[in-house]
């Protein structure tokens, strides 16, 4: 599974972006699908997460609320919708996948254990 981010860039605070994470090298839907995000010299954080069959997102604490995680199972393509961005948020943003599904998915994006990773997309607040 070959993971692509884009949609990454400048931004003035309160402003939006939107990432796109596209997948390829699978032909049938990947089951997780998540966001991480790293700033220099911290841990990878990550901060959401879609699994298919679940009715409900994973969306970390420190974005609840401004960011949103949207699925396209069938291009197997994620979506990170970012609103009201701050200078916190400034990152590299990174795309995960992994082929097994359920809600442990979401525990291995808590616990950073996707198989699968991209190389990851800059985001700039100030």
């Known amino acids: 599974v070959q993971l692509v981010e884009s949609g990454g860039g400048s931004v003035q605070a309160g402003g939006s972006l939107r990432l796109s994470c596209s997948a390829s090298?699978?032909?049938?839907?990947?089951?997780?699908m998540a966001w991480y995000r790293q700033v220099s010299g911290k841990e990878r954080e990550g901060i959401a997460a879609?699994?298919?069959?679940?009715?409900?997102?994973y969306l970390g604490d420190s974005v609840k609320g401004r960011f949103d995680v949207i699925r396209d199972s069938a291009s197997n393509t994620l979506y990170l919708q970012m609103n009201d961005l701050r200078p916190g948020d400034t990152a590299m943003y990174y795309c995960?996948?992994?082929?097994?599904?359920?809600?442990?998915?979401?525990?291995?994006?808590?616990?950073?254990?996707?198989?699968?990773g991209g190389r990851g997309t800059q985001v700039t607040v100030s």
């Open positions: 090298g699978y032909e049938y839907s990947i089951q997780c």
């Open positions: 995960a996948a992994d082929l097994r599904g359920g809600p442990r998915c979401y525990d291995r994006v808590r616990g950073g254990m996707l198989d699968y």
């Open positions: 879609s699994a298919i069959g679940l009715a409900y997102r």
